[in-house]
């Protein structure tokens, strides 16, 4: 079966591809929160070496 590749911008996503971490809040409570939630989701995945969406 040949695998299909889902490009998100710059971000190619499949099952042969490294891990890509798709984040992001149930509920929006402020625009500061989101800003901290997608600083820290940025922060953890640049040191494991994966992708992310937010």
Same mark, same amino acid.
């Given at each position: !079966?040949?695998?299909?590749?889902? %490009? $998100?911008?710059? $971000? /190619? @996503?499949? /099952?042969? &591809?490294?891990?890509?971490?798709?984040?992001? !809040?149930n509920? &929006?409570? %402020? =625009?500061? &929160?989101? !800003? =901290? $939630? *997608?600083?820290?989701?940025?922060? @953890?995945?640049?040191? &494991?070496?994966? %992708?992310? *969406?937010?």
């Open positions: !079966m040949k695998q299909k590749v889902v %490009s $998100i911008g710059d $971000i /190619n @996503v499949a /099952n042969d &591809l490294p891990f890509v971490l798709f984040g992001g !809040m509920v &929006l409570e %402020s =625009r500061d &929160l989101a !800003m =901290r $939630i *997608c600083e820290h989701y940025v922060t @953890v995945t640049q040191k &494991l070496g994966h %992708s992310v *969406c937010v």
